[in-house]
């Protein structure tokens, strides 16, 4: 079966501190997979999500970058955090294509930028 | 472009009676649609989706959707509430004409009263 794991559960950085969240998937080749914002009492933001080994596409115009350096690992990152960059950040995979699909998400990782 | 609207971002419903939580969405073509549940610090689980076939779909924990094409809606509902329903709900779209995306509602936060 598939699973989902991302790192760190929650972290708390200074404001100007780089950012490095990873996510990984077991059990499919091949996802796409995304990158989600969800700010306090917000919907979900679509941030990254790509479709292979260093395709990437961004949504929304922001300091945080993400890369692909495997087939099933996604890293979210960021030179220097932001105090807006705080939120719940989750990952989630689909299989191709996509408008069969479903999107899993993982558990999420906990940003407090201070 | 796609567009998912939830009526209410709160409700509350006291335990053992019905739910609904409304989901309109806008699409010229019959999309994909979803609705996700999010505990406490969470990800995102898959309650039921819609692609294609019955227009009434039955998910986990005794919800179900109904796909009406000429409201445009996809509410979601169950005839009893329990205390453990409590969560927030999302509603989500995808289809042929979103490339590799799902578009989210802002989200219900449910509330159960006992």
């Known amino acids: 079966s598939q699973t989902i794991h991302q790192w760190p559960a929650t972290l708390v950085q200074p404001v100007g501190s780089p950012l490095s969240l990873e996510c990984t998937v077991e059990g499919t080749s091949n996802p796409n997979l995304y990158w989600y914002r969800q700010a306090a009492g917000r919907g979900l933001q679509l941030l990254f999500y790509s479709v292979g080994i260093g395709q990437i596409s961004s949504e929304v115009p922001q300091n945080l970058s993400a890369s692909r350096p495997q087939d099933r690992q996604f890293i979210l990152s960021s030179k220097k955090l932001l105090l807006s960059d705080s939120g719940f950040y989750l990952c989630a995979w689909s299989v191709i294509p996509l408008a069969l699909g479903t999107q899993y998400f993982g558990p999420g990782t906990r940003l407090l930028v201070l | 472009a796609q567009s998912v609207t939830q009526l209410g971002s709160h409700v509350s419903v006291s335990e053992g009676a019905l739910v609904l939580l409304r989901c309109n969405y806008s699409?010229?073509?019959?999309?994909?649609l979803f609705w996700y549940v999010q505990y406490p610090n969470q990800g995102l689980q898959l309650l039921l989706k819609y692609t294609t076939g019955a227009t009434l779909v039955k998910g986990i924990n005794g919800f179900e959707a109904e796909f009406k094409k000429s409201e445009t809606s996809f509410h979601l509902t169950k005839p009893s509430a329990h205390m453990s329903d409590a969560a927030e709900y999302f509603c989500a779209v995808s289809g042929a004409n979103t490339g590799n995306q799902f578009y989210f509602g802002t989200g219900t936060s449910l509330t159960v009263i006992p």
């Open positions: 699409s010229s073509v019959p999309p994909y």
